[in-house]
């Protein structure tokens, strides 16, 4: 009856120490797989992201033209009288990436706050199916960036427009 007995209890410990094995290396994976990249990303020490992941305010020093992104690969696809963004000095819609991207220019950065924010606030607040009065599709813009002079609607998510901003000088 002992052998009976023992047989199990060994096979048990193995079991055991087969499930610590495994706990172990999950803990390991787990910590491996939440460590942060300590790179200069966009949102992190140059910028500011909000909680929701929705709008990012970044490079409040720089000044960019449609030129500037050209250069790094947006492909304008249609320039918008500047009436139709009150307080806007040029306005163009295009793709970076195989996104789109809405980009209005500003004066400046403090401009781009005061007048771009509001609008693009109403513009990411609309559900899927509004439209938007510029782009005769369905709305695709729940995010936005305010990088320097420019306000910058993105297409599904905040992180099409940072592929762009990381492309900028």
Request: charged share 20%; hydrophobic share 45%; proline share 5%.
């Amino acid at each position: 009856m002992r052998f009976i007995d023992q047989k199990p209890l060994a096979v048990s410990s193995k079991r055991m120490l087969l499930v610590v094995g495994l706990l172990l290396l999950l803990l390991a994976v787990s910590a491996a797989c939440g460590t942060t990249d300590t790179t200069n990303k966009v949102g992190e020490s140059d910028g500011a992201v909000d909680e929701e992941g929705l709008r990012l305010t970044t490079r409040p020093e720089a000044n960019y033209s449609i030129d500037d992104l050209t250069a790094v690969g947006y492909k304008k696809n249609k320039q918008f009288p500047a009436e139709t963004v009150p307080g806007s000095m040029d306005v163009w819609y295009g793709f970076f990436s195989q996104r789109d991207i809405e980009v209005r220019f500003y004066e400046s950065h403090a401009a781009a706050l005061e007048l771009g924010v509001e609008p693009a606030e109403v513009i990411i607040a609309r559900t899927a199916g509004q439209r938007d009065y510029l782009i005769p599709v369905v709305n695709l813009y729940p995010a936005y960036a305010v990088v320097g002079n420019t306000v910058m609607l993105c297409e599904r998510q905040l992180s099409t427009c940072e592929a762009l901003i990381d492309a900028l000088p």
